[in-house]
């Protein structure tokens, strides 16, 4: 099965920059962070738990932060259109 998603950061020759790193590692602890939310503050964020669940596993080659606005966006986007 094949992922989907593009990762928002560009490996280099050696890997993914330690800054890359460590940027990524801060946006999925703010991300975690959205999980002592109650259901009706997400929704006000405009972001459902499984979307916050899902975006806090991500590795941290991706930025989750990113990755669960993407998903937010895109799911929105989807019933707009449906």
Not at 21 to 45: G, P
């Amino acid at each position: 099965m094949t992922d989907c998603t593009i990762p928002q950061v560009r490996p280099s020759a050696t890997g993914f920059s330690l800054a890359t790193l460590l940027r990524n590692w801060r946006a999925r602890s703010k991300v975690r962070a959205l999980h002592d939310l109650d259901d009706r503050m997400l929704a006000d964020i405009g972001v459902r738990r499984d979307e916050v669940i899902w975006a806090s596993y991500l590795p941290l080659t991706a930025n989750a932060a990113l990755e669960l606005e993407d998903a937010a966006f895109r799911r929105r986007r989807k019933r707009r259109f449906s």
